[in-house]
């Protein structure tokens, strides 16, 4: 069991290139979710799927899209990206469904730097 | 808005016992307390979940009084591994939808 993967683990963009951050996981969990990590801050989440197929809002969804490709696959992607949007994001994954008492599982995140 | 407030820092030395308070003052009838341990450059990690009274496991203890406005997380012996930031969630309602909030977290040092 690979738990949660995150691809790449680093990447260095300029002013308005674009991309996508890859997450996948092998435990069978209907919800996934992508957050951001600014340094010295706590998360915030950007977008949830609580199921394949379906997608939500977080704190902070300017900027971004996402698609849960499956069950497995949750990508976030930035089409423009800005400075604002150098941070660590995590992905993670849950079983339950049931949010109140979810028990999430992180990636090993991925160092982005925008120039 | 269920928020939650925590010490941002504590010192501790190996072998004591660590008590990290986290205030949830508009916490909800449905939601549960979770906390969760980030090491630098990791992601975090699940340390305990509870609804009331008080929840134990292998690493760590939880004490949620009858008002549930507030929780203490519990660590017995800490050793040096245990530096890290400590976070305690509850839920929050955006666009009708319930999210899981994140704080700034608790920085425990924990000194030779």
């Known amino acids: 069991n690979a738990g949660v993967t995150q691809t790449p683990k680093f990447q260095v963009l300029k002013t308005g290139q674009s991309m996508t951050l890859q997450c996948a996981q092998d435990?069978?969990?209907?919800?996934m979710y992508w957050y951001r990590q600014d340094p010295g801050m706590g998360l915030r989440l950007i977008y949830y799927?609580?199921?394949?197929?379906?997608?939500d809002k977080g704190e902070v969804p300017n900027g971004y899209n996402v698609s849960r490709l499956n069950k497995r696959e949750f990508s976030l992607r930035l089409e423009s990206a800005a400075p604002s949007q150098t941070s660590v994001y995590f992905c993670?994954?849950?079983?339950?469904?049931?949010?109140?008492?979810?028990?999430?599982?992180f990636g090993p995140g991925t160092r982005l730097t925008v120039l | 808005l269920a928020k939650t407030t925590q010490p941002i820092s504590m010192d501790s030395y190996e072998g004591q016992e660590v008590n990290i308070t986290c205030s949830h003052n508009?916490?909800?009838?449905?939601?549960?307390i979770t906390w969760y341990q980030q090491f630098p450059s990791q992601g975090p990690r699940f340390i305990i979940q509870?609804?009331?009274t008080k929840v134990t496991n292998e690493v760590a203890s939880l004490f949620i009084p009858a008002d549930r406005k507030s929780s203490t997380l519990s660590l017995p012996r800490v050793s040096l591994s245990d530096t890290a930031v400590y976070y305690c969630?509850?839920?929050?309602?955006?666009?009708?939808?319930?999210?899981?909030?994140f704080g700034s977290g608790t920085r425990l040092l924990v000194r030779p």
């Open positions: 508009n916490i909800a009838t449905n939601d549960y």
């Open positions: 435990m069978n969990h209907n919800s």
């Open positions: 799927s609580a199921s394949e197929g379906t997608t």
């Open positions: 509870g609804y009331k």
């Open positions: 969630l509850v839920g929050d309602t955006m666009d009708s939808s319930y999210k899981l909030i």
């Open positions: 993670a994954s849950s079983d339950e469904g049931h949010p109140e008492a979810d028990t999430q599982y």
